[in-house]
């Protein structure tokens, strides 16, 4: 049974940062690209971050982009977004998910329909 478990929200103040972990277990982790997406309340979700199964690339929406870093250690099952420089709008339940694709090694990720599997979600507040 695969599960993903996220861990790191919290509250913070604008201009803050955190660091949200994701640890797998059940998925032969290093042959699948690693995501991370939020909702926000009201909202569909959204795609925030995704990077390769080997690490050597990484996409970005447009909104974080500078300020949010994804990366992978494979020898833990683990995937990180590290977020700086917070805002008030990036208030949302972020959600850790596995790319249904194995060794995929293209730039497609936007879409939550991709990933097979998900974790629970781990709250994220940006206060002003």
């Known amino acids: 049974q695969v599960q993903l478990v996220e861990s790191g929200g919290g509250l913070v103040q604008a201009g803050g940062s955190l660091n949200l972990s994701c640890v797998a277990s059940g998925l032969a982790f290093s042959m699948y690209g690693m995501g991370w997406f939020r909702q926000a309340p009201g909202r569909e979700r959204e795609f925030v971050a995704a990077?390769?199964?080997?690490?050597?690339?990484?996409y970005y929406t447009a909104s974080p982009k500078g300020r949010f870093t994804i990366s992978r250690d494979n020898a833990k099952n683990t995937v990180h977004l590290q977020m700086n420089s917070l805002k008030p709008e990036d208030t949302a339940v972020y959600y850790c998910a596995a790319d249904s694709r194995a060794y995929y090694s293209g730039g497609d990720y936007s879409s939550p329909s991709t990933f097979k599997h998900w974790g629970q979600g781990t709250q994220v507040t940006v206060s002003s």
């Open positions: 990077i390769h199964w080997n690490g050597r690339s990484a």
